[in-house]
């Protein structure tokens, strides 16, 4: 059983379109996070949510939106793609939203805007 | 803020070796540190965390830690790298804000194990 997993696990479209990234986590957990990976490995924290409620959003276009339908589960739509948006996507999730817990990564999304 | 740097975007180390892969951090509260590796193509997992009590902290796969607070530094160690040591490596810490707690992840340290 995978713990966080993501759906799809690449994905490849054209400047302009609109995609949507699914996370579920079977942890249990109360928090789930959105992190963005670039080229050069980087990660940075977009969004979070703790029991659906957002808590976290960073300076993120607002191209980005999440949705929390349930505590399990946090999806990632964006819109009108850009090259800029290229990235490794990683859903995350911890028991609760304090700044000691132990974040749980998923495989990760593999977006390639062309 | 808080921040992490880590020194060195890349170590090389033979099989058998000691691995140091450095961290330091700069915060204004007692800070919660991490590392996390990542495996090629794989998401983060934690090797190990200090939060309070005792500063050497132990890791899985052999790892550990300590927390040097005059040093503001939680330096990664393991006494004999092994060829399924090669992965990037992720310090962080903690940013603990008035309405809410964030982690922030330093740049990675890419650690290659030569045969």
């Known amino acids: 059983d995978t713990a966080v997993s993501q759906t799809p696990k690449y994905l490849v479209t054209q400047m302009g379109n609109d995609k949507s990234i699914k996370c579920e986590q079977n942890?249990?957990?109360?928090?789930m996070y959105w992190y963005k990976q670039d080229s050069k490995k980087f990660l940075k924290i977009m969004f979070s949510y703790n029991n659906k409620e957002l808590i976290i959003n960073e300076t993120v276009p607002n191209r980005f939106s999440p949705k929390s339908p349930d505590k399990a589960h946090l999806n990632l739509h964006i819109n009108s793609l850009e090259l800029g948006d290229s990235a490794v996507y990683f859903c995350?999730?911890?028991?609760?939203?304090?700044?000691?817990?132990?974040?749980?990564f998923g495989p990760g999304t593999r977006l390639l805007v062309l | 803020a808080q921040s992490v740097t880590q020194l060195g975007s890349h170590v090389s180390v033979s099989e058998g070796a000691l691995v140091l892969l450095r961290c330091n951090y700069s915060?204004?509260?007692?800070?919660?540190l991490f590392w996390y590796v990542q495996y090629p193509n794989q998401g983060l997992q934690l090797l190990l965390k200090y939060t309070t009590g005792a500063t050497l902290v132990k890791g899985i796969n052999g790892f550990e830690a300590e927390f040097k607070k005059s040093e503001t530094s939680f330096h990664l160690t393991k006494p004999s790298a092994h060829m399924s040591d090669a992965a990037e490596y992720f310090c962080a810490v903690s940013d603990r804000g008035t309405s809410y707690d964030k982690v922030i992840f330093g740049p990675g340290t890419s650690l290659s194990v030569i045969p």
């Open positions: 915060s204004s509260v007692p800070p919660y």
């Open positions: 995350a999730s911890s028991p609760a939203r304090t700044a000691q817990e132990t974040q749980y």
């Open positions: 942890l249990g957990h109360d928090t």
